[in-house]
């Protein structure tokens, strides 16, 4: 008798309907979904719902977004870029920044809003920085996708297609969050 | 005067249920990981990661199948 049948002594009756071969199978098909997941991704031509987009780079179709003083210091607006379900926030940095990203929360895929010095998923109290959309607090992960702007020679402000998503993020996001910042003693 | 000991049937060995236990693991992290990229945008790592995971499925699919069921008793 094994040492967990002494300490657990109960004596199912279903357990012998059960074999361990019955639960390879299993474990076997869960992995073929898997596989099926990762082909149906694949073939999959469309972009996930909150997704970057698979080409980014310059867009066909540049969304004119207004005179760029028009936004001042601290400012936000939406507007749509690359269709009617993309959200997009352009805002000013304190640092007096054009920036524009997807509105779309990379952890559960809640709408962004510019408050104070960052962008914040309201949902589940996710922050970004916005100098390049790194998380710095709360759930998400990944950063925001940016949108790529150009200010013409008129002063109008343009969104011209989608930023290369950046890679550093676990560095960022170390430096950049308040809970990895080293403390100061007590003196 | 007792029975003789019944063979156990269709059991696996602890070596072949941790291999596809194994496999199952593996599959979840490289699921996640293709997951994650194809958010980010890039799709080049999926030709390669269907690929993996399919290799990974076909030995978990014979073992769990097509193994021989190693600790059958003598056949009568």
């Known amino acids: 008798?094994?040492?967990?049948?002494?300490?657990?002594?109960?004596?199912l009756a279903e357990e012998s309907q059960f074999s361990r071969r019955e639960f390879a199978r299993f474990l076997a098909l869960v992995s073929a979904g898997f596989t099926t997941g990762?082909?149906?991704?694949?073939?999959?031509?469309?972009?996930?719902?909150g997704a970057a987009h698979p080409d980014p780079g310059p867009s066909g179709h540049p969304v004119a977004l207004g005179l760029a003083t028009d936004l001042g210091t601290g400012e936000s607006r939406l507007?749509?870029?690359?269709?009617a379900h993309d959200a997009c926030i352009?805002?000013?940095?304190?640092k007096g920044e054009l920036k524009a990203y997807r509105q779309t929360c990379t952890h559960l895929g809640c709408a962004v809003r510019f408050r104070g010095e960052r962008l914040e998923c309201p949902c589940h109290e996710g922050f970004f920085e916005v100098d390049r959309g790194f998380p710095i607090q709360g759930p998400p992960?990944?950063?925001?996708?940016?949108?790529?702007?150009?200010?013409?020679p008129d002063g109008s402000l343009w969104a011209?297609?989608?930023?290369?998503?950046?890679?550093?993020?676990?560095?960022?996001?170390?430096?950049?969050?308040?809970?990895e910042a080293p403390t100061e003693e007590p003196s | 005067m007792s029975l003789p000991p019944r063979p156990r049937q269709g059991l696996l060995s602890d070596a072949a249920l941790g291999v596809?236990?194994?496999?199952?693991?593996?599959?979840?992290?490289?699921?996640?990981?293709?997951?994650?990229?194809?958010?980010?945008?890039?799709r080049g790592l999926l030709p390669g990661a269907?690929?993996?995971?399919?290799?990974?499925?076909?030995?978990?699919?014979?073992?769990?199948f097509k193994l021989p069921r190693i600790d059958d008793g003598p056949k009568h």
Do not use: N
């Open chain 1, 1 to 11: 008798m094994t040492w967990w049948r002494r300490a657990f002594p109960l004596d």
């Open chain 1, 38 to 49: 990762i082909g149906f991704l694949w073939l999959r031509k469309k972009p996930l719902e």
């Open chain 1, 79 to 83: 507007f749509k870029f690359r269709d």
């Open chain 1, 90 to 94: 352009l805002l000013r940095t304190p």
């Open chain 1, 141 to 152: 992960t990944r950063p925001l996708s940016g949108i790529a702007l150009e200010t013409h």
């Open chain 1, 160 to 179: 011209v297609g989608e930023l290369p998503k950046p890679t550093d993020i676990h560095a960022r996001a170390a430096t950049a969050c308040p809970r």
């Open chain 2, 20 to 42: 596809v236990l194994l496999l199952l693991v593996i599959q979840l992290y490289l699921f996640e990981t293709v997951l994650q990229s194809v958010l980010d945008g890039q």
């Open chain 2, 50 to 64: 269907f690929a993996a995971s399919l290799v990974l499925t076909a030995v978990a699919l014979i073992l769990a």
